[in-house]
């Protein structure tokens, strides 16, 4: 039955492995859309920035009352903008925390039966090495037992 069960155990590594790496693919993809997340939200930051430094330069230079609503009625789209981003940001961060805390659940398990399958790994070398030795030797002794002999 031991015989049997490296053989397992490296199935079993392998399984944990591939699950690790489609963790760690997942955990990659979380982090890139999470990175275009906070992209978007500067560019919309910044968009509003420009549209109100250019609302102020129309402003000093005065501007018909409809064109001026207009502009600020586009600002508050923008700040509603912004805060939805802001809030979805927020909700990516928290399946950023989840995905990560899986993948780190999956690695650990991969390390741990990775360990195991290299210590029985060795356990079996030193073994198979013992024994080899083991059966050196008697045939050393064997042969010097037929040399006294003559």
Same mark, same amino acid.
């Given at each position: 039955?031991?015989?049997? =069960?490296?053989?397992? =155990?490296?199935?079993?590594?392998?399984?944990?492995? #591939?699950?690790?790496?489609?963790?760690?693919?997942?955990?990659?993809?979380?982090?890139?859309?999470?990175?275009?997340?906070?992209?978007?939200?500067?560019?919309?930051?910044?968009?509003?920035?420009?549209?109100?430094?250019?609302?102020?330069?129309?402003?000093?230079?005065?501007?018909?009352?409809?064109?001026?609503?207009?502009?600020?009625?586009?600002?508050?789209?923008?700040?509603?903008? #912004?805060?939805?981003?802001?809030?979805? #940001?927020?909700?990516?961060?928290?399946?950023?925390?989840?995905?990560?805390?899986?993948?780190?659940?999956?690695?650990?398990?991969?390390?741990?039966?990775?360990?195991?399958?290299?210590?029985?790994?060795?356990?079996?070398?030193?073994?198979?090495?013992?024994?080899?030795?083991?059966?050196?030797?008697?045939?050393?002794?064997?042969?010097?037992? =037929?040399?006294?002999?003559?």
């Amino acid at each position: 039955m031991s015989g049997k =069960m490296p053989g397992k =155990m490296d199935k079993v590594a392998a399984v944990a492995q #591939i699950a690790e790496q489609k963790s760690a693919r997942e955990l990659g993809t979380s982090q890139q859309d999470h990175q275009r997340k906070c992209v978007q939200l500067d560019q919309l930051k910044q968009f509003k920035a420009d549209y109100e430094l250019t609302l102020e330069q129309k402003g000093s230079e005065g501007m018909p009352a409809k064109q001026l609503q207009d502009y600020r009625l586009f600002l508050g789209r923008l700040n509603q903008a #912004i805060d939805q981003q802001v809030r979805e #940001i927020q909700d990516s961060e928290v399946r950023l925390a989840a995905v990560q805390a899986r993948w780190l659940s999956k690695s650990q398990r991969k390390s741990a039966l990775d360990h195991l399958v290299d210590e029985r790994h060795r356990v079996q070398v030193k073994s198979r090495d013992k024994a080899e030795q083991k059966a050196s030797d008697e045939h050393m002794m064997h042969r010097r037992s =037929m040399g006294n002999d003559s």
